[in-house]
């Protein structure tokens, strides 16, 4: 099963007991009344479990979707539960919320409201174009899948390579000197998982893996590449 997540950074590191502290009391709800429907619907944190360098917990929040039946649009609530969490790594602390990347924003940014009173205090981190060449030259043998953005060439906006032993091929190093690389599809040297990198944190793991081993990849190989 896939396992896509995103991971952020506090632009004002909070430590893990605070943070546990002001996210163990948030709890909301929302009252639905239609006729004849009647729903409280929550937002809640859950599960919160304090580590010596990590917080990890599970955000659960109630959506609303509406099923059409024989014409009628009925209101039908669910619950979507997305584990989360803090990380202290040096003097930063780190979020990576474990969802596709719009539902990921969405948490980051109803979590910096409740520990930050607004959101802006929960940012998108920054991997750099050479901290990405690195990670793929540190292995290319192992690497599937580059993507380039910022494109010198006129009208174009993305190149892309498929393949293996990219990093040894003529097409590889002619589109390093027209743009840079964005996104890569990697089989990890140290934990053999297939895993794909963006320069804006987001991190997408192919291989079967346990909610808790993504959250130790990411904080094994993706930190270190932050800038």
């Excluded at 602390?93 to 929960?122: C, D, H, M, W």
């Amino acid at each position: 099963m896939v396992v896509a997540g995103k991971v952020f950074r506090l632009r004002e590191p909070l430590s893990l007991q605070t943070l546990a502290a002001k996210l163990r009391a948030f709890r909301k709800e929302e009252a639905f009344d239609q006729e004849p429907y009647h729903f409280r619907l929550i937002t809640e944190v859950r599960d919160l479990a304090l580590g010596e360098d990590t917080l990890r917990g599970v955000f659960s929040q109630d959506f609303l979707n509406y099923v059409l039946h024989h014409g009628e649009k009925i209101p039908t609530p669910r619950t979507v539960d997305s584990t989360f969490a803090f990380t202290q790594h040096g003097d930063r602390v780190f979020l990576t919320v474990l969802e596709k990347k719009r539902l990921a924003n969405n948490i980051a940014n109803q979590l910096s409201e409740i520990l930050f009173i607004t959101p802006g205090y929960i940012v998108e981190v920054r991997i750099t174009p050479d901290a990405l060449k690195g990670y793929h030259e540190g292995n290319p043998e192992d690497t599937k899948i580059i993507f380039f953005d910022d494109i010198d060439i006129p009208n174009v906006e993305k190149l892309s390579l498929y393949g293996a032993g990219l990093a040894n091929t003529q097409l590889y190093t002619e589109y390093l000197t027209h743009g840079n690389i964005w996104y890569l599809v990697a089989t990890s040297k140290n934990y053999g998982t297939i895993v794909g990198i963006t320069r804006n944190g987001v991190v997408t793991i192919f291989s079967k893996v346990e909610k808790s081993d993504y959250l130790n990849f990411v904080e094994a190989e993706v930190f270190p590449l932050i800038a």
